[in-house]
């Protein structure tokens, strides 16, 4: 046996880094194949709210294979219409949502992510050691596995450890260096937030665009008394100093929507009352490797596609799944790991390059380009509903391992 290769016989512990999606999802199969698990969450809870994610093609499989098929199509969206406002408000179009995202009506979903997370969660908590209000603050790893500062001051050692923290990974930043080595901007800059409904909406979404600019809402269930918000606007270069305080955020915010029309003076209000706001760069995260030793990363921590392809959540439920598949069948984590990135890549790569064609086309940067879009929207009203998207089932799923 060599330094590399684990005990035939000792149970492998590994510690999974980030409580979202992808971590509990690595975590539910990582457990079904004989793995100790542990995993650390710098928040208090499993996080709840956030905005509406949507869970399509080869990851309805992976919560198939999971079981939580039924208590996902419970929690299932189902929005009924799309309307796009110009400058004025006025109505350009209106649309079904899944014949513009290329989704497969009546199979592929949509679900608040705060109720992907709370389902993953109970799907492992009784099984899985959770650390809340915890991190890791220092990773040393050698031949005979990887110690951990937790930033509570707890040290333990594991077999291996996976960062499934984020698009921010601090996982990846402590192995792999800052996240400017792997971040493509794409141009964008967003606020994501709650408001009052005081614009009566009930399962439907208006988008408000003029060029470089969008202001969205939300309403995700029947006459709710809460609207998700959303602000989107163009930037050419990514303006990392709005990133520090929330001040700073807001006010950036607000300058960029400054004489708007419509109704967005009053979202912009709205988001500087906010208790739940969340300013970020529109960006992917594209790494030559996914793995450092005893160490790998899954979901956006490695290949983060962004918002603007809907994927990110599909992508951290199916690149669970192949990684747990590809350390339950290699006790060599070195061999694991490749096999995951190797079976693996082409997927995460062909979602990726889904803002390279047309993906980003809901926020034209351009007058030409908005006429274009709406021009665009007008004949889809009268169209048959488009063929989904290749690259959100261009992976097929290997069978489950047996469990030992």
Not at 167 to 178: D, Q, V, Y
Not at 189 to 203: K, T
Not at 219 to 234: K, R, V, Y
Not at 356 to 376: I, K, M
Request: glycine letters at 8%; aromatic letters at 8%.
């Amino acid at each position: 046996m060599t330094s590399t290769d684990l005990s035939n016989t000792a149970e492998r512990t590994v510690l999974i880094s980030g409580a979202s999606i992808a971590g509990p999802a690595l975590a539910y199969w990582l457990h079904r194949y004989g793995f100790a698990v542990t995993v650390v969450e710098k928040a208090s809870a499993p996080r709840g709210g956030g905005y509406p994610i949507d869970v399509r093609g080869t990851a309805i499989e992976v919560v198939k294979r999971m079981g939580l098929l039924p208590r996902l199509q419970e929690a299932h969206i189902d929005s009924r219409r799309l309307t796009f406002l110009d400058a004025e408000g006025g109505e350009v179009a209106a649309v079904r949502p899944h014949a513009l995202a290329g989704s497969v009506e009546g199979r592929d979903l949509e679900v608040a992510r705060g109720d992907l997370t709370a389902i993953l969660y109970a799907a492992v908590r009784d099984d899985v050691e959770f650390l809340f209000d915890d991190s890791i603050d220092i990773l040393d790893q050698s031949d005979h596995g990887v110690d951990i500062t937790f930033h509570s001051g707890i040290r333990r050692r594991f077999d291996l450890v996976v960062g499934a923290d984020g698009m921010h990974s601090r996982t990846r930043r402590i192995l792999f260096g800052p996240e400017s080595r792997f971040h493509r901007y794409l141009g964008y800059c967003f606020a994501v937030f709650s408001m009052p409904n005081s614009f009566g909406l009930s399962r439907e979404l208006m988008l408000w665009n003029t060029p470089g600019k969008a202001a969205g809402l939300y309403a995700t269930g029947e006459n709710d008394d809460e609207l998700h918000a959303f602000l989107n606007f163009h930037r050419p270069v990514p303006p990392l100093d709005a990133l520090r305080d929330r001040q700073a955020q807001e006010d950036f915010v607000a300058e960029a929507f400054a004489g708007a029309g419509w109704q967005v003076p009053d979202i912009v209000g709205a988001m500087r009352e906010a208790d739940d706001l969340f300013y970020d760069t529109v960006g992917q995260i594209r790494m030559p490797a996914w793995s450092n030793g005893r160490v790998a990363l899954v979901g956006d921590a490695a290949y983060a596609p962004s918002f603007l392809t809907g994927q990110g959540s599909s992508l951290a439920l199916v690149g669970a799944y192949m990684l747990a598949q590809s350390l339950g069948a290699n006790r060599n984590h070195a061999t694991a790991f490749a096999a995951y990135e190797h079976d693996t890549r082409e997927f995460a790569a062909a979602n990726q390059a889904l803002v390279d064609h047309g993906s980003a086309a809901l926020f034209p940067t351009t007058a030409h380009a908005l006429e274009q879009r709406n021009t665009a929207l007008r004949e889809l009203v009268t169209m048959p509903p488009p063929t989904p998207r290749p690259a959100y089932t261009a992976l097929t799923l290997p069978e489950p391992l047996p469990e030992p």
